[in-house]
């Protein structure tokens, strides 16, 4: 079954305690994606990787990190994490169009992480 | 300015009964996609429906259908003979083709919350 997976799904945490989320895919996509939702802002994206090594800035990267050292994989660390990184976080993944660009694929979300920080 | 709007954070409709929840954008991409997305309570992302911008036609999918109005910039969405499942939040999301420094994020909108009454 194809699909994209998180955990934790929740995970309470204290301030200053780093932790990791994981994210993996089994489509074989290049592109993964990390979005936190927050009451009446939508999903934001955090950070993107469009292959293997190849990571960049979303909207909102200030106190996250992440890594693509498989494709299947895109982990996102809080190295410190504060309580306004309380949030609900998605994973994603889809194909790059062709020449590396837009695809049409609709991306594919996981679970959900629910984190709080206290 | 932001890029995706939905006006309505909460509606309610009578089960059976067509409802249509909106959505502008603005983007100076000559090409970009349009899609929607289901978040039930339990917190996944559903893709729904995908409307490019030169899609001739506009886009269905079962009972879901896409009001897509260029001129305008509207892409609402039009759910038929609602159902008590349908009850959710509903987020409009763009993607801009050109922009590829962003790769293939999704900009997503505040949601629509959605309450369909027995």
């Known amino acids: 079954e194809a699909q994209v997976t998180q955990n934790p799904r929740y995970l309470i945490t204290v301030t200053g305690k780093k932790l990791t989320v994981t994210c993996s895919q089994n489509?074989?996509?290049?592109?993964m994606s990390w979005y936190r939702q927050d009451p009446g802002l939508g999903l934001r994206q955090i950070y993107y990787s469009m292959n293997v090594e190849v990571t960049d800035k979303g909207d909102v990267p200030e106190g996250y990190k992440v890594s693509r050292k498989e494709k299947r994989n895109f982990p996102l660390i809080l190295e410190s994490p504060s309580p306004n990184q309380t949030s609900l976080y998605f994973c994603a993944s889809s194909f790059m169009g062709l020449a590396g660009g837009f695809s049409t694929d609709t991306q594919y979300f996981g679970p959900g992480t629910r984190l709080t920080v206290l | 300015a932001q890029k995706i709007t939905q006006t309505q954070p909460g509606m309610f409709v009578q089960e059976k009964e067509a409802v249509t929840l909106d959505c502008t954008y603005d983007?100076?991409?000559?090409?970009?996609?349009l899609f929607w997305y289901k978040q039930p309570s339990s917190g996944e992302m559903i893709f729904l429906i995908y409307?490019?911008?030169?899609?001739?036609q506009n886009a269905t999918e079962g009972r879901y259908s896409l009001n897509f109005q260029k001129a305008r910039k509207s892409a609402n969405l039009v759910i038929s003979a609602s159902q008590l499942g349908d009850s959710a939040m509903y987020f409009c999301a763009m993607r801009e083709l050109f922009f590829l420094g962003a790769g293939n994020m999704l900009t997503f909108g505040g949601g629509t919350r959605l309450m369909v009454k027995p």
């Open positions: 409307q490019g911008s030169y899609d001739q």
């Open positions: 983007t100076s991409d000559p090409s970009y996609g």
């Open positions: 489509m074989n996509h290049e592109y």
